[in-house]
C-alpha cells in the first residue's frame, strides 16, 4: 500500500517539476506568455469579459448583485458570470490550462495560488495596484498572505477579498436545556459532543466534515487540542503533522464520528454539512464565518452563537491559518484593462462590504472594515478580536508550495475517509501526508532556495 502510494507521488511530483520547469524555460525567453504561450492583451477597456466564481452556488447571488453594480457604473462592459462549486474550481481551471478556455478573471485564494502561478496562468498585479485608487487601502496582512502563497517570487497574484476564520457554532437552545457550559475549551467540546447524542432520537452532538474538505477541519481539530503551533520542526524541513501529540489529538477527533455523528458525515461537504446542522437537532459545529448567514436565516439568532475555536489544556488557543481569498486576473485575458476595472470595483469600499456582509467574512478593504454591521455580526466581531488580543496562535498552512492543494485535497481526503471508518490509523494517515509534505518542502526549497 505505501510503495503504491509512492509512486503516486513520484508521478505527481514529476508532473509539478515538469510544470516548473516549463515556467523557467518561459522565465529565460521571458517572452511574458501565459499558459499555453498565451500572454493575452491589455485590450479596449470596454466589451465582455468572463468571470470565474471559486464559490458558485454559494456566493452567486452576491456575485450577481455586484457585477449589476459594475455594468450600471461601467454600460460599456458586460461580465459574463460563470459559478463554478469550489470543490471543482482547480480541476476546471487545470483543464483550462491545457485545453484553452480560461476566463479574464476570476477567484484565486491562497490554497490554490501556487498552482496556478507555478503554471504561469497568473498576470502580476503589483504595478497595476501601485496605480490603482485601491492602493494603501488593502489590509495588509492580507495582501502578504496572497503575496507568500505566490509560490516564492514575491509577486502579487491575486487582490484579496476577504479573510475567514474557523468558527465553532453550537446551539444554545440544546446546550442550555442538556445545563451545559458554552464549549469554550477542547475538554468542554467533547463532554457536550456525547452529552447530547442520542441517536435513537437522531439527536447527535457533533456533525465531523468527511467529505471534500475534510483536511483543513481535520487539521484545525488537531493541532487546537495538540498545542503545537508550527506546521515545521525547527529545521524548516519536516512537518509537525504527526508529531506523537497531534495523532493524538486525529484519533479523538476521529473517533467521534457515527459515536456522536450522523452517519452521513463521511460523504458531507460543507453546503451538506450546514444544511444539515440547520435543520437537524445537533449540539455542535466547525465550519468558518462564511456559513453565518445561512444559520440566521435558518435558526434566527437565538438559537445557536458562533465562537472562536476551543481553547486547549494549556489555556492558549490554537488553530490553522484559513486561506485569504481574492480576485486574481488571467495572463491568456484578451481585456486585461477591462478585468482589472472590475478587480478594482469588487474590492472597492463599498462593494466589498456588501460582498462581506452577505458572506459574514471579514473585508480586506480597510475602510469596509470599518463599517457597522461587522459589530452587529457577532461571529465577525469575535474571529476579528480573537485574531488580535493575543490569545490565538496561528499554524501557517504552506499554501506557497504547488502540491499543497493536491496533498491536502485529492492526496488524503479518501484516507481520511478510512480513518474514520477505521480502516486505517490516524498514524499511518499522518505518516503519510508527512513524507508528501517533506518532499514537497525539500523540492520547493531546491528551487528557491
Partial sequence: MKNSIRRSRRVVTAVALGSVLAL?????????????????AEGSGKGKIVFWDNNGGVRTDIWKEL??????????????????????????VDTALQGGGLPDVGGVGAAMLAGFAAQNALEPLDDRLAKSSLNGKLNDDMVASLRAAGGGDDKLYSIP???????????????????????????????????LTDAKKNEFGYTI?????????????MYGQSGITSFWDASGAKTTVND???????????ALYKKVTPAADLNNDFTKMVAQWDSGTIGMLNHNLGSYQDHVKALGT?????????????GRRVQVSNPVDGIGLFKSSKNKEAAWKFIEF????????????????????????????????????????ALTDGSTSIVQLPYYLPDWNTISKADNEPNFQKVLNGDMSAKDFLDTMAEQLNEAQAEWKSRNG
Fill in 209 to 221: 466534515r468527511g467529505g471534500a474538505g475534510s483536511i483543513a477541519q481535520a487539521l484545525d481539530a
Fill in 161 to 195: 477579498t476577504s479573510a475567514n476564520n474557523g468558527v465553532l457554532y453550537y446551539r444554545t437552545d440544546l446546550f442550555k436545556k442538556a445545563g451545559l457550559d458554552e464549549p469554550t475549551t477542547w475538554d468542554k467540546f467533547f463532554t457536550a459532543a456525547e452529552k
Fill in 302 to 314: 437565538d438559537k445557536f452563537r458562533g465562537i472562536p475555536q476551543p481553547v486547549g489544556s494549556g
Fill in 67 to 92: 457585477i449589476a453594480d459594475f455594468q450600471k457604473a461601467n454600460p460599456d462592459i458586460k461580465v459574463e458570470y460563470v459559478g463554478i462549486p469550489s470543490t471543482d474550481y482547480q480541476s476546471k
Fill in 24 to 40: 523557467t524555460a518561459t522565465a529565460c525567453g521571458d517572452d511574458g506568455s501565459g499558459a499555453g504561450g498565451d500572454k493575452g
Fill in 244 to 254: 506523537p501529540k497531534n495523532v493524538a489529538a486525529l484519533e479523538k477527533y476521529a
Fill in 346 to 385: 469588487a474590492t472597492s469600499r463599498e462593494e466589498n462590504s456588501k460582498f462581506n456582509e452577505a458572506a459574514g467574512q471579514v473585508p480586506a478593504n480597510n475602510d469596509a472594515a470599518k463599517d457597522a454591521w461587522i459589530s452587529e455580526a457577532e461571529p465577525t466581531k469575535l474571529a476579528a478580536a
